[in-house]
Structures are given as structure tokens and as C-alpha cells.
């Protein structure tokens, strides 16, 4: 017995005329004006470690993790960017704000202690 893979409530129609429609719902990355980055520095469930986390991003995951691997070499540090957000590891919300201003994130605002 087969099971259905597409997660489709569909398996067969007897209209000829039926076409299949994907659930397509493609998130396009906003331009880096039109983006709305938050920079907060956080300690919580981090082994007492700081690190700052960019906040808000519009996009693909494939974007997202491009952003945090440029974010990450500029900072000389690590992190990791996954579930809309990216998280480079020490304080870095200045270095980092300057970064994103002098590539067109205008609406980036810095936040946190």
C-alpha cells in the first residue's frame, strides 16, 4: 500500500479539466530598505555568554543564513541564523549597526542593555 507523499488531501479526480494547485506561498526577501532589523543583546539561556541577536528579517531562509554568514565575518565570530532570526556570539550591536547602515538597512535600530 502506497501513502500519499504530497501531503494532499487529493488523490484522484474525475474532472478532465481538474489541474492541481500547489499550496505556493513563496516569502520574497525585502529589499534592504524596506527592512525592519531590531539589534538586541541577550544573555538568557546562553550559559551566562552575551550575544547579539538581529531581530525582524523578511525573507528566505536561504537569505536569512547568507545574511548571518556575512554578519559573522565582518564580527570575526560565530553565531547562527535559523527561525527568522540571526545570532552572532559577543556584543557586537554597534559594529553591527554601522554595518547594516552603510548597506541600506536604514530601519535598523539598536535596542537592549
Known amino acids: 500500500m502506497s501513502k500519499n507523499k504530497s501531503n494532499s488531501p487529493f488523490v484522484f479526480s474525475t474532472n478532465p479539466d481538474f489541474k ?3 499550496d505556493s506561498e513563496q516569502v520574497s526577501t525585502a529589499a534592504p530598505a524596506a527592512q525592519k532589523l531590531r539589534l538586541q543583546l ?3 539561556h546562553r550559559g551566562g555568554k552575551t550575544a547579539t541577536v538581529v531581530l525582524g528579517f523578511t525573507g528566505t531562509e536561504k537569505d536569512l543564513e547568507e545574511l548571518g554568514k556575512k554578519l559573522k565575518s565582518f564580527c570575526g565570530t560565530g553565531g547562527s541564523a535559523k527561525d527568522g532570526e540571526i ?3 559577543g556584543d557586537h550591536r554597534d559594529k ?5 547602515l552603510k548597506n541600506g538597512y536604514v530601519n535598523t535600530k539598536k535596542s537592549g542593555g
Open 20 to 22: 492541481f494547485e500547489q
Open 42 to 44: 541577550e544573555t538568557k
Open 87 to 89: 545570532i552572532i556570539q
Open 96 to 100: 553591527l549597526l554601522q554595518w547594516f
